[in-house]
C-alpha cells in the first residue's frame, strides 16, 4: 500500500510553534488514518473477487476434468450418446483394472513365468541410453573408454557423469487410479497399422482437438523427430529402440536417434504432467531387436503401459507379409542385385524368422516384461467392415474420434497387398533374356508388364504349373493357429465352426496363397513363349 501524500496548508493566522506543531502532528494523524480505511477496504474487495473468481473458475475446470480425465467407457447395452455411462473394466474377462481400459480384447497372460526387469532408472545413475553427444549415446562412449583407455567400469563411468546421469523427472504424483496410460499398438505388418497411422496423422495435424477431448494425445514430428516422416513417423521410436540400430536392420543410426533421444521424452513427460494418456500406433515394434531396456527409458515415468496386438490367421498374413516385402525390393530383384524368392523359398528360409514377428508371439513377448501393465490381442477377422472405426469406438471407446470417424473422417492411406507371382515370373523372365531388358527398368514398367502377362494367360486360358509347400510345414501352421484360436478366441472360434470351418478356409487358402509358378518349367516347356514374345 502506498503512503497518503504530504498534506501541505498554511493557517489563516500563524500560531505558537508548539501548538502549530500539535496542530499538525493531529490532521496527520487523522489523515492517514482515513486512507488507512480507504486501504483496508479495497484490500478486503480484492479478496472477495478473487474467491469468486477462483470458486466460479475451479467448479468450470472440475466439470472439464470430470469429461476429459480418460477414455469414458460406455455400457454396450446403451447407445454411446446417451449421458448415463459406467467405467466397465471388464475385457474378455472382468478385471480390477482402474483408468484407461481397453474393450472386446483378449487379455494375454504367461503362466509360470518369471517377469523380465529392465535397467533401472533412478536419478544419478549411469543412464546408458542418454546422449553423450547426438551421434552417439552414453554406453557408445563408455565402450569407447574402456576399449581405448583400459579404464575400469566404474572409472569410467565416474568420468561420465556430469553428461550421462539420468537426470531427475519433474513430475507430478498420483494417485493409483489416477495414472494416465501410454498405448502402444505394436501391429505387427499386415494388421491394419497403415490405415491407423494415416487417420491419427490426418486428423492430428487439423483437428487434434478431437483426440484431445478423449484425453489421448499424439506426438507430432516436432516431437518424435527422426528418418519417418507423415504417418509413419510413429515409427521414429521403434526404429530408435532397436538394439544395435541399422546393424540389426533398423533405418535409423545412432546419431539419426540423437534429436529424438532428446526431444520425446520432453514430450512424455509433459504429456503425463497434464495426465494425458498417449496413443501410439507403430508395426515396427514387431521386431524382435527391439531393446526393451531402451523403450522402458523413452516411456518413462508413465507406469501404466498397455501394449494391443493384432491377431490374424497365419494362412492370411503370412502370404500378405511376403507379398509385401517382395513388393518393396521388386527394382532390386530387376536389377539383378538379389533373387527374387518364390514364397516356398521364402518359408523355407524366413519362417522360422517371421513367426517371431507373428500377433500372438508379439503380445506374449510384451508381455514377458514387468513394466508393461498390461496386453491385449485383437482379433482382425472379428472387426467389421472398418478395422479403423472398430479400433476408435469399440476397442478404445474414444467418444470424440469415434464421431468424427463415424461423421466422414477417413485414411487417406492403407496397405492393400495383391499377389505378386506374375511379378516374379516377369522379373525372373528379363534374367533369363527371355523379355527385352528394357521393359524392366522402373517400378510402373514391372507393374505394367506383370498385369500384361497374368491378363493373357487369363483370356488364352493357359494353365500354369506350379509348386506347393511341403504338407508337413502346413500342418505346422495349422497347429499353430488351432491353438492361438483356442486360447484366445474360444468363442468366436466356435461360432465361425470350430476347427473343421478352419480347416477349410485354410486349405482353400494354401491352394490359392501359398503355391507358386514353377518358373524353370514354364521356360523349359515354352508355354507362354507366346505371350512373352509380345512384350516390348
Not at 527422426?226 to 538394439?243: K, R, T
Not at 490374424?312 to 527394382?331: A, C, G, T
Not at 461423421?407 to 516374379?424: C, L, V
Request: charged content about 25%; overall charge neutral.
Amino acid at each position: 500500500m502506498m503512503d497518503p501524500p504530504a498534506i501541505q496548508y498554511e493557517e489563516p493566522k500563524r500560531k505558537s510553534s508548539l501548538s502549530s506543531g500539535i496542530s499538525m502532528r493531529r490532521r496527520s494523524k487523522a489523515n492517514g488514518s482515513h486512507y488507512k480505511r480507504i486501504a483496508l477496504i479495497l484490500s478486503l474487495t480484492v479478496l472477495s473477487l478473487f474467491w469468486i473468481v477462483t470458486t466460479v473458475y475451479l467448479q468450470i475446470f472440475s466439470a472439464k476434468i470430470g469429461q476429459q480425465s480418460g477414455i469414458i467407457i460406455y455400457n454396450n447395452t446403451k447407445d454411446m450418446s446417451e449421458s448415463e455411462s459406467i467405467k466397465v473394466t471388464n475385457l474378455m474377462e472382468p478385471s480390477n483394472e482402474m483408468g484407461l481400459v481397453i474393450h472386446n480384447a483378449a487379455v494375454v497372460e504367461l503362466q509360470n513365468e518369471e517377469k523380465l526387469r529392465t535397467t533401472g532408472f533412478a536419478p544419478g545413475q549411469f543412464c546408458s541410453f542418454c546422449n553423450w553427444q547426438k551421434e552417439t549415446m552414453c554406453a557408445g562412449r563408455l565402450e569407447f573408454l574402456m576399449t581405448r583407455y583400459q579404464m575400469n567400469e566404474t572409472a569410467a563411468k565416474e568420468s561420465l557423469r556430469d553428461r550421462c546421469t539420468t537426470p531427475t523427472i519433474p513430475r507430478n504424483v498420483y494417485a493409483e487410479d489416477d495414472e494416465p496410460s501410454i498405448i502402444l499398438q505394436v501391429g505387427p505388418h499386415k494388421t491394419g497399422t497403415t490405415a491407423l497411422q494415416s487417420l491419427i496423422y490426418d486428423m492430428a495435424k487439423v483437428r487434434n482437438i478431437v483426440f484431445l477431448e478423449d484425453n489421448l494425445r499424439i506426438p507430432f514430428e516436432h516431437e518424435l523427430p527422426g528418418a519417418f516422416h507423415g504417418e509413419g513417423l510413429y515409427l521414429n521410436l521403434p526404429h530408435c529402440s532397436i538394439n544395435r540400430h541399422k546393424r540389426d536392420g533398423g533405418q535409423m543410426s545412432q546419431s539419426m536417434c540423437g534429436p529424438m533421444r532428446e526431444i520425446f521424452p520432453e514430450f512424455v513427460v509433459d504429456a503425463y504432467n497434464k495426465s494425458q494418456d498417449i496413443l501410439l500406433v507403430a508395426e515396427d515394434f514387431d521386431r524382435p531387436e527391439i531393446n526393451f531396456n531402451r523403450l522402458h527409458f523413452f516411456l518413462q515415468p508413465y507406469k501404466k503401459i498397455k501394449v494391443i496386438s493384432t491377431y490374424r490367421r497365419m494362412h492370411d498374413w503370412l502370404p500378405s507379409w511376403y507379398n509385401q516385402i517382395v513388393d518393396h525390393y521388386k527394382v532390386e530383384y530387376a536389377q539383378g542385385n538379389e533373387t527374387y524368392p518364390s514364397i516356398l523359398d521364402w518359408l523355407e528360409e524366413k519362417y522360422d524368422r517371421f513367426l517371431l514377428s507373428h500377433g500372438v508371439t508379439l503380445a506374449e513377448r510384451f508381455k514377458s516384461y514387468e513394466f508393461i501393465e498390461s496386453v491385449h490381442l485383437i482379433n482382425m477377422h472379428d472387426m467389421g467392415d472398418s478395422l479403423v472405426e472398430t479400433f476408435f469406438c469399440d476397442i478404445l471407446q474414444a467418444k470424440a474420434t469415434c464421431n468424427a470417424i463415424k461423421g466422414g473422417a477417413r485414411p487417406s492411406k492403407s496397405n492393400i497387398g495383391t499377389d505378386h507371382e506374375y511379378q516374379r515370373l516377369a522379373i525372373a523372365a528379363k534374367r533369363a533374356g527371355i523379355i527385352p531388358a528394357s521393359s524392366l527398368e522402373k517400378k510402373i514398367q514391372i507393374r505394367r508388364v506383370s498385369q500384361f502377362l497374368m491378363n493373357q494367360v487369363e483370356q488364352t486360358n493357359t494353365s500354369l504349373p506350379r509348386l506347393c509347400p511341403s504338407s508337413e510345414l502346413m500342418q505346422t501352421i495349422f497347429a499353430q493357429e488351432l491353438e492361438h484360436e483356442r486360447k484366445y478366441f474360444p468363442k468366436w472360434f466356435e461360432s465361425q465352426g470350430g476347427e473343421d470351418a478352419l480347416r477349410k478356409s485354410f486349405e482353400k487358402a494354401v491352394r490359392n496363397k501359398f503355391c507358386a509358378h514353377d518358373v524353370d518349367k514354364i521356360f523349359d516347356t515354352g508355354i507362354m513363349d507366346d505371350i512373352f514374345r509380345q512384350v516390348k
